[in-house]
């Protein structure tokens, strides 16, 4: 069992940088990739971004691209998610999530891959 801690949500206004962390406890020594989804009110919880065990895979919904980067600390067991130029739309519960398969090249953007999931944070961006 792996134990997923999101922190670091709050409300922004548009243009404004968060930073989401996502510290894993339990079973970590298993080599896990790591996603960080979305959820906005009334709509489907959606892939944001995916960093391979390695690292050195990075994945990035179109959306977001250019202004969010996942990185990893693998000795604090923690993934981070480096949100700039918020914009409105980026309003959401955001999520992070373990994969048992460490370095996915497919399939990354499908929730139902992952194994462990968060309680998520609220990021909330105002215009």
């Known amino acids: 069992q792996v134990q997923l801690v999101e922190s670091g949500g709050g409300l922004v206004q548009a243009g404004d940088s968060l930073r989401l962390s996502c510290a894993a406890s339990g079973r970590t020594f298993s080599p896990y990739g790591m996603g960080w989804f979305r959820q906005a009110p009334g709509k489907e919880r959606e892939f944001v971004a995916y960093i391979s065990w390695s690292g050195s895979l990075r994945y990035y919904t179109d959306s977001v691209k250019g202004r969010f980067t996942i990185s990893r600390d693998r000795a604090k067991n923690t993934v981070y998610l480096q949100m700039n130029s918020l914009k409105p739309d980026d309003t959401a519960v955001y999520y992070c999530?373990?994969?048992?398969?460490?370095?996915?090249?497919?399939?990354?953007?499908?929730?139902?891959?992952?194994?462990?999931w968060g309680q998520g944070t609220q990021v909330t961006v105002s215009s």
């Open positions: 999530a373990a994969d048992r398969t460490p370095n996915r090249v497919a399939a990354y953007t499908n929730a139902g891959e992952y194994d462990y």
